[in-house]
């Protein structure tokens, strides 16, 4: 089975200040891997995501993410962090089931991003 | 392109009536796929179509909710009857499925459901 680890439940950084979500991920298989962002009261969005091409994949708004299988992870940056930017930011991963892509959520990082 | 399309939006009910929340996936889009968000649990697959027939519903914690997809635009779930424990944001989300990996989902604005 596909697992995901959000090792951060709530991450607030400054204004203009990197941004870091961690993501450990646990697969049988070579995974897909995305990223989700949630607004308040909104749906999830595609941030970004992996499927076995380049490590390093760059989403919307200046976010990227990069793939290190040696550490099982997919942590999510973004240089500067912008006051739109405060969500709750969701690491998932793809079960190739053969059927569907049947994903797995992490628990969700609440970013929040003061003056 | 109009988007996954959920209704209604937002509905109060009292407990112990029945509840149907609707949804249209993306024109073109195979897979249907319903779930639950709530603080305490949050984001659970309930159950997922491919081409209209039901593949996972392991997700779907009772009796009380079922869910169909009649044609490829429109699907339903339904809980009956409903209780307060119900209560949560659902979100249906489509994709478009081609060998299985790496096709994202899309996802539906929400139906947020207060049980009273």
């Known amino acids: 089975a596909q697992s995901v680890t959000q090792l951060d439940s709530h991450v607030s950084v400054s204004e203009g200040t990197p941004v870091l979500l961690r993501c450990n991920y646990s697969?049988?298989?070579?995974?897909?891997l995305f990223w989700y962002v949630q607004h308040p009261n909104k749906g999830l969005q595609l941030l970004l995501k992996y499927t076995s091409a380049a490590t390093l994949v760059k989403g919307i708004n200046g976010f990227e993410a990069e793939f290190k299988k040696s550490e099982t992870s997919f942590h999510l940056t973004k240089p500067s962090a912008h006051m739109s930017d405060a969500a709750e930011y969701f690491c998932?991963?793809?079960?190739?089931?053969?059927?569907?892509?049947?994903?797995?959520f992490g628990t969700g990082t609440r970013l929040q991003v003061t003056l | 392109d109009a988007g996954v399309i959920q209704s209604p939006r937002h509905e109060v009910t009292e407990m112990g009536q029945e509840v149907t929340l609707r949804c249209k996936p993306i024109?073109?889009?195979?897979?249907l796929f319903w779930y639950r968000q709530t603080m305490m649990r949050g984001l659970e697959l309930l159950i997922y179509f491919n081409n209209n027939v039901p593949i996972d519903d392991s997700g779907m914690p009772e009796d009380r909710f079922s869910a169909k997809m009649p044609n490829a635009s429109f699907s339903t779930l339904k809980i009956q009857p409903s209780e307060p424990r119900d209560s949560a944001v659902y979100f249906c989300?489509?994709?478009?499925?081609?060998?299985?990996?790496?096709?994202?989902?899309?996802f539906g604005p929400g139906t947020r459901l207060t049980v009273l």
């Open positions: 998932v991963v793809s079960d190739p089931d053969g059927t569907a892509s049947k994903l797995t």
């Open positions: 697969s049988s298989y070579s995974p897909s």
């Open positions: 989300a489509s994709s478009r499925t081609s060998g299985g990996l790496g096709n994202e989902q899309f």
């Open positions: 024109s073109g889009h195979n897979s």
